[in-house]
């Protein structure tokens, strides 16, 4: 049986965190309302997701809290969803897991990972912030897209 995976871009994030560490920089406050918004657009198309794995980046966990309140199951973090990482990496950790998932990260890196999956090695889609797409995984590194949804769709679902 194939397997959902689930795409999900961080919300809005300040340019820069106090600290001047890319990893610390926060939602904004309206990033923080648009991740809240999407969590429960998406928790209405009842997404079948079991896990969800985030990026240890603060923004990336900030809009991973929300989802996983509205699905109600818990997160952990991957560093395999850090921005400068393989997607390939993220792929052998989905492998090992069961069941569908959702992973929230960066940009360019969800791109590379949605190019790879329905493109092959080299293709990209660019993904906005807060937007999710959904790809039914046929094998380790390849996949069909099934949808791609814009915040503005999932937020309009939520009400």
Do not use: C
Not at 95 to 120: D, K, R, S, T, Y
């Amino acid at each position: 049986m194939p397997i959902d995976l689930w795409l999900l871009r961080h919300a809005a994030a300040v340019d820069h965190a106090p600290s001047g560490r890319d990893d610390d920089r926060e939602l904004t406050p309206e990033g923080l309302l648009r991740a809240r918004s999407v969590a429960r657009g998406l928790a209405a198309l009842e997404p079948g997701v079991t896990r969800i794995l985030s990026s240890p980046f603060r923004r990336a966990i900030q809009t991973a809290e929300p989802a996983a309140r509205a699905l109600g199951i818990e997160f952990s973090e991957s560093r395999s969803l850090e921005p400068d990482r393989d997607p390939e990496e993220i792929l052998r950790e989905i492998a090992a897991g069961e069941g569908n998932a959702l992973i929230v990260g960066h940009q360019p890196h969800l791109g590379a990972l949605l190019g790879l999956l329905v493109g092959g090695p080299g293709f990209e889609i660019p993904m906005k912030k807060a937007a999710v797409a959904r790809v039914s995984l046929t094998g380790r590194s390849s996949g069909s897209l099934k949808a791609y949804l814009p915040p503005r769709f999932l937020e309009k679902l939520a009400t």
